[in-house]
């Protein structure tokens, strides 16, 4: 297994998201969120990563089955912001501009 290069940290409006959510989809996003986003949260190659464009400072999303995670890169750590079914994703980013 990779080594752990980020710390990811949920702020307290994505913990709420998560919290909504079906324990077995809650359970999918948390472990998808550790597996792509504490090695390499940057997207390379890989097509559930997504830098979206328009946002300063850089927002990316992950894709995890029908939901999405919102995040931002700092330094060593990755700061979950937002988590979306992804039929409300055109309102959260408008939240997060």
Avoid: C, W
């Avoid at 995670?69 to 330094?75: E, G, L, V």
């Amino acid at each position: 297994m990779e080594e752990k290069k980020y710390k990811v940290i949920f702020s307290p409006s994505a913990q709420r998201d998560i919290e909504r959510f079906e324990a077995d989809d809650a359970l999918q996003l948390v472990k998808d969120i550790k597996t792509y986003l504490e090695t390499s949260p940057l997207p390379i190659g890989k097509t559930r990563i997504k830098k979206l464009s328009g946002f300063n400072p850089p927002l990316y999303r992950l894709r995890s089955g029908d939901f999405m995670a919102y995040y931002r890169i700092f330094s060593k750590g990755v700061v979950i912001l937002a988590i979306t079914h992804k039929k409300d994703s055109e309102k959260i980013l408008k939240k997060l501009q």
